[in-house]
């Protein structure tokens, strides 16, 4: 299978990241063709004030690529911005799709109210989906990880390949999303995670960083004292544990001791740390090893790959259309 996927452009990696991550390199090692990109096109249509942070990030996220273990001999890493073919696919896929279409997307409408802050009118902002359509269509993927609030971009994806195929010619296989079974991590008070509430954990924590969020988490607040009992449920701990420990005796220690009281968040919290620090040393030191110049050779030599694959592509969609020039 031809899998490809994507991160904006827009900061830094976080832990929700990693999990993601997680699952790419899964997809990789499985012995898939993946193709992992940068889009820091879709940036500039929230960020157009803020193209050096697109620039920067571009660089810190192929890091946290590398540094989770994506690895540029399996997989083609490359960034959005320099595979022109995207722009031009863009260009003629929003000719196959109504202004309507678009505004009924709900993710466009429910971010151009919560992100009143930021200039959203922009005709960029509207079709971003059909860049997204361009990303993956122009890489023929047959499947696209991504998290549930993207579906309704993957549903419009195979519409404009069904769309294009039929009036033009079977270029286009209909892409299949894989939603991600990983559940949404809250920041470390229990909120949505957002720099504006500091409750973040980064991709590059060390051993005392990441102890300094643990231990204060907010937990379950019907536990005032030691010995009242609590709901894993109600309680952002859990959640990370879910994610980070897998173990299903630990996992059991923990339900059963905090719903009777037999454990204190202090101890369930020790537990956690021990296991987030397995999973993500790895993780740290290889992002700490790997420069700025590793970060561009890949980045080129992904450039080079992703290049040849879109320019193909680009070939048989003139041709379908009549664009022989
Ligand atoms: N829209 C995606 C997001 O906000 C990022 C993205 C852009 C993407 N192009 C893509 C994801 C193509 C998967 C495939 O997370
Ligand atoms: Fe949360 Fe663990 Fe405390 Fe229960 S014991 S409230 S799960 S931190």
């Not at 561009?296 to 379908?320: D, F, M, P, Q």
Request: with cysteine.
């Amino acid at each position: 299978m031809r899998i490809l996927s994507g991160m904006r452009a827009t900061g830094k990696l976080h832990l929700g990241h990693v999990l993601v991550l997680e699952d790419w390199k899964k997809l990789q090692d499985e012995g898939n063709e993946t193709f992992f990109f940068v889009a820091d096109w879709h940036a500039l249509t929230t960020h157009k004030e803020e193209s050096y942070i697109i620039y920067k990030s571009t660089l810190d996220i192929v890091r946290g690529y590398l540094a989770a273990g994506i690895d540029p001999n399996k997989s083609t890493i490359f960034v959005q911005s320099a595979i022109k073919e995207h722009a031009e696919l863009y260009l003629l896929f929003n000719m196959l799709i109504s202004v309507s279409r678009l505004e009924r997307i709900p993710t466009y409408k429910e971010l151009k109210e919560n992100l009143s802050n930021r200039d959203l009118s922009t005709a960029g902002f509207l079709t971003y989906p059909v860049l997204q359509t361009a990303d993956i269509l122009i890489y023929k993927a047959n499947a696209v990880p991504v998290g549930e609030d993207q579906l309704y971009h993957i549903e419009l994806s195979r519409e404009i390949a069904r769309k294009f195929n039929n009036l033009y010619k079977e270029v286009f296989p209909e892409p299949d999303p894989i939603v991600t079974r990983i559940p949404k991590l809250p920041g470390t008070d229990g909120r949505k995670m957002s720099k504006s509430y500091g409750n973040i954990i980064m991709i590059d924590e060390n051993s005392d960083s990441l102890k300094k969020k643990i231990m204060p988490m907010m937990t379950d607040p019907a536990r005032m004292r030691r010995t009242d009992p609590g709901n894993p449920e109600k309680c952002p701990v859990w959640d990370y544990h879910k994610a980070f420990t897998f173990d299903q005796n630990e996992l059991n220690w923990v339900v059963n001791g905090c719903k009777s009281a037999e454990i204190g968040c202090v101890q369930c919290k020790k537990l956690l740390l021990k296991n987030m620090e397995n999973r993500l040393k790895p993780i740290w030191e290889n992002y700490s090893k790997i420069s700025d110049e590793d970060v561009l050779n890949v980045i080129h030599e992904g450039n080079k790959k992703a290049s040849e694959v879109a320019k193909k592509t680009l070939e048989e969609v003139r041709e379908a259309m009549n664009l022989r020039w």
